[in-house]
């Protein structure tokens, strides 16, 4: 027993490089302040504890509990007795005061604050609504939160997931709208993670994924809080991870995907033509380079006599079938996307007006290319971006439905689209079905679907999300 | 979310289904026997099939228990004239499923002039109905749902392209030849009516709504007028020519468009159409693979890949060996053969509601505690 009582203090002295040892003596026993470089704030070390025990120096101290009463003044002071609990808060940026050789000791909360400060997220700009986004610290991510929800409703519950990283992992939801069963489902999810690490929260989110669907995405992302908090309102479940300023949300719908944060501040008419623009172009970018190839091939009638001429008299002297030659446009912009997303940004914008304008202008002139499949293939790649979370995975249905496109024209594509219409419907994600309010066809969701109502017409909430309380407002509201 | 199947989208099931598959080459044949009042035919044969339709309605009404067909089955006529019914009833989809594959084939080349592989048209198909068949009638209602307005619109693009050149007078004088040839053709082809038979295998999974009857009646209804006037505007626009035409959807709107200025648009819209098509061949699929269930019984979570193979495998390799389309359009059209599945297209729906009466109240009585647990 003696031994195990020497061993917590002596296996957190031989943790070796950080380590930062001080001890100060008093009236009573010598205290020992544990604390890990780099991992504290020195100032608060300075302040919170060091000068608390030089302070209390005179004064008698023999224990834990005595250190706790009489020095430890932070609001995050706790009794540890456990090695396990000691290593945490040590790890964590705790500072460890012993008192003697007591096996007990107290942590206090010292952890630095030192990270990126909060400003507007890179990957959502908006020009209207709030700028803040989400940081790599989780405290400031739920204080963002909580500035916004001011309830008691709105629960927290945290949990550690990696063996080595311990990370941090924050389920968050308001008790009174999000329903039960999907907390409880995603905290089971959570709580059955098994690996090593959480590197970040998309680590998180291929384990709360459905397991029949690898290729969709079937979890929510943000960096923005007021997107966030306006999910959180709708009965869905937030999961924050420590270290990473992306918040995921779930059940997740593909509809999320064409509504922008913008939408919720513009008036109804704009943000619908907004959302029809974006799932237009989508589509656009989808079909068109397998129908270009597809008509050209084999359903060439249904151009008309003056486009088939165009297209014709411009790809007559192409080297290459329309098959190959739009399979080399996508092939060379989505080389250029990749290669424009790991480019040093000094270089990224001249590099990527030198690979589109020039190269792709080279190619027409040069006679390799046509300007038509130039133009579809650009067309084709910029109008993707209009739903930035499935992008990459259009990118790649896109050259899929080029190959059949391809290979068995109209009927082919039809056809695929069929299998993928059937698969994507059949998706569900946490009891939501994934292309709700479309299929099923939810009359009351698809206010806020395509064609957006006032805010003050969206008396229910999402009704294809499982939850508690489908009543947004009173309809007395309803102008 | 409730996953049961809704009224609407049972509804446009039915919008989507009963028109298409009367739009190929049924006309020509329909025309052969009755001349240009081929149309009257097919307002007797959906007369017909409407009170059916209304029979099976209040069938599903007293379906409270949300007993299957098979239950049903099982607890009125007993297991094995069950398992004969399926039987037949399989059949009878199949072979339907297996003339649409050959005519849409047929559509396919007739439109756009391109002799497709029977494997490599067939083969797809086989896999996208496989895969349908797997995830389940709920699929086939969503699916419907979400491509119905698109398909209608396409629908009324060629209708519109079409009545812009079609002659009605055509259609006059009605009944110059008698009302004998307009029956006997409404008799002889009977086999290709009946659309609302998947129906059989929703019983389940749905449960009526609030003003159902109204709803679904209505469905039917405007489907009954589409595919009319569609047959109406054949005749308009064919005249003498009805007879000949193979591919029917392709050729309404031939005369529409001006290729110079905006191509063969409507060969866009025959394309579209063929959404319908497809919907269509995989839902009969799929009612083949839910007989094989029952014949067999298979459990219901159970859908095992042989049975799925099972109906894919003839629908590929039978129409090589045998010209389906020819033998069956000749025997259930020409040869009026049709009568062989009216037990299936008539008596199933007239005695549905006796049968689901008794059925469920048996399964009342039997099951008084503990109620069944549902799926």
Redesign the interface.
Known sequence: MKLDKDTSKKKLLSFGNGLRLRTIKTAGKPVDILSLDAMVSDKTVSDCVIESVVRAADQKITSAQEVFDKIAFGVGAEICVTYEQMLKKFLNGNSLIFCGDENTCVAVDTRTTEGRSIAQPPTSNVTKGPREGFVESMQQNVTLLRKRIKTVDFKIENLNVGRYTDTMISVCYINSIAARTTVDMVLQKIRAIDIDGIVDSSYIASFLDNPKCSVFKMVGSTEKPDVVVSRLLEGRVAIIVDGSPIVLTVPYMFVEDIQSPEDYYDAPVIASMGRFLRIFSALASLLLPALYVTFQLYNYHIIPAKFLITILSSTDPIPFTPFTEMIVVLVLFDILREANARMPSIAGLSLSIIGAVVLGDAAVRAGLLSAPAVMIGALSSVGLYTIPDNTLLFTLLRLILVFIGGIMGLHGMILSIMFLLSYVISLETFGTPYLAPFAPNILSDRKDAIMKKKLTDQIKRPLAIKQDNVTRQEESNEQ | ?NNKI?T??VAMMLMLIVPVGKYLSLPSVLAKGAGRDYWISIILVFVVDFICFLAFMWALKLNTERLSIKDIFDRTIGQAAGKILFAIMFIYIYLRAAVIMESCLEL?SVT?A?K?NWF??II??AA?SM??AR?GMN?F???S???FVIIYLSFGMMLFLSSRNANFTNIKPILDDGFQPVLETALKNTFWFSDFSFMAFIMRDYKPEKKYALTLSGAYIAAMAVTVFMNILYIALFDQLAVQSQSVLSKVSQFSVK???????D??FV?IM??TL??KA?LEFFCCNECLHYIFNVKKHKNPYWTNIAVALPMIIVPVFVNVKDNIFDLFSRDGYGFVFWIIQYGLPLFSPLMTYIANKKEKEKVIYPRRVEE
Not at chain 2, 260 to 265: N, Y
Request: no cysteine; glycine share 2%; net charge positive.
């Open positions: 979310m809704k609407e989208q396919f756009f391109i497709t490599a048209f797809p198909i996208l895969f349908m995830k699929n209602a969503r699916l749902e979400m491509l290729l110079t200025t905006s191509g063969r648009v060969w866009l394309s063929l959404f497809f919907i995989t």
